[in-house]
């Protein structure tokens, strides 16, 4: 129905892997804090978003830094 109005693809679909750190009493979850690494085809990411900021509109600190080896971070983390 998409193609039929128009649409057509511009990326195609990659896998991403995601996974989250925490303590094992989930102290950063319930902080409202959380640690994640990413794959996404070549891509490999390290975010850490902070708790949110109150406020009228949803905010919160975000950092992201490229990594080259997801999985060497994985083992070290």
Do not use: C, W
């Not at 128009?6 to 996974?19: A, H, L, W, Y």
């Not at 979850?29 to 978003?49: E, F, I, N, P, S």
Request: hydrophobic share 35%.
């Amino acid at each position: 129905m998409l193609r039929a109005a128009g649409f057509r693809v511009v990326k195609r679909r990659i896998f991403e892997s995601n996974t989250l750190f925490d303590t094992k009493r989930g102290t950063l979850r319930r902080t409202g804090r959380l640690l994640r690494v990413r794959q996404a085809g070549t891509q490999h990411v390290l975010t850490y978003k902070g708790p949110e900021i109150a406020g009228k509109f949803k905010d919160r600190e975000e950092r992201e830094v490229t990594v080259a080896d997801s999985h060497e971070l994985t083992e070290i983390l």
